[in-house]
T-cell receptor
Framework: KNEVEQSPQNLTAQEGEFITINCSYS?????LHWLQQHPGGGIVSLFM???GKKKHGRLIATINIQEKHSSLHITASHPRDSAVYIC?????????????FGKGTLLTVNP | SAVISQKPSRDICQRGTSLTIQCQVD?????MFWYRQQPGQSLTLIAT?????????ESGFVIDKFPISRPNLTFSTLTVSNMSPEDSSIYLC?????????????????FGPGTRLTVT
């Protein structure tokens, strides 16, 4: 079973700061997801990665398959970015639709 | 992409009762999933609900406690039966859409807004 570790668990930043959240996993995967969960509980899918780097607006996600590590970066952070960010990995092989989730990183961006 | 709605968004229930959560998707999808998120915990997969077959439950979850229906390609329900305070959680449905081609296949997953259940 894959072990997914996120760091840091909690992160407080000032508006405008550059944010990095890290995710490492223990077993080879078919894809890695970055998700955003707001206080109401709903989850938004930010990225799905299997290699390299993706960018969407102020968000950048990278993955290093050899090192089993991914990072989520937020440039010019804003209070509306405050949320829990969750890393999830999809198994390789026949059950590659199943996700194993990290515990999440609580980001608070102060104005 | 996929837009998912869930009903109810939240509920407070008495122990021993049952609650049925509905999940509606704006497009036809084969794979639907039901997750539970207990307070302060990460998401845990309850079951995979594919249309046309019985739901497949993960270890620790049983059909008698969490019966699932999947009558068509856009709708599913999860029932939390004989509830106890330990069932207080957020319940989320999600759908998987296959991407990739050839040897490399992945599934984009889209999540609903969740149902926040409190059992007293």
């Amino acid at each position: 079973k894959n072990e997914v570790e996120q760091s840091p668990q909690n992160l407080t930043a000032q508006e405008g700061e550059f944010i990095t959240i890290n995710c490492s996993y223990s077993v080879g995967i078919s894809a890695l997801h970055w998700l955003q969960q707001h206080p109401g509980g709903g989850i938004v899918s930010l990225f799905m990665l299997s290699s390299g780097k993706k960018k969407h607006g102020r968000l950048i996600a990278t993955i290093n398959i050899q090192e089993k590590h991914s990072s989520l970066h937020i440039t010019a952070s804003h209070p509306r970015d405050s949320a829990v960010y969750i890393c999830a990995v999809a198994d390789s092989g026949g059950s590659n639709y199943k996700l194993t989730f990290g515990k999440g990183t609580l980001l608070t961006v102060n104005p | 992409s996929a837009v998912i709605s869930q009903k109810p968004s939240r509920d407070i229930c008495q122990r021993g009762t049952s609650l049925t959560i509905q999940c509606q998707v704006d497009s036809q999808v084969t794979m639907m999933f039901w997750y539970r998120q207990q307070p302060g915990q990460s998401l845990t997969l309850i079951a995979t609900a594919n249309q046309g077959s019985e739901a497949t439950y993960e270890s620790g979850f049983v059909i008698d406690k969490f019966p699932i229906s999947r009558p068509n390609l856009t709708f599913s329900t999860l029932t939390v039966s004989n509830m106890s305070p330990e069932d207080s959680s957020i319940y989320l449905c999600s759908v998987g859409k296959r991407t990739g081609n050839g040897l490399v296949v992945s599934y984009e997953q889209y999540f609903g807004p969740g149902t926040r259940l409190t059992v007293t």
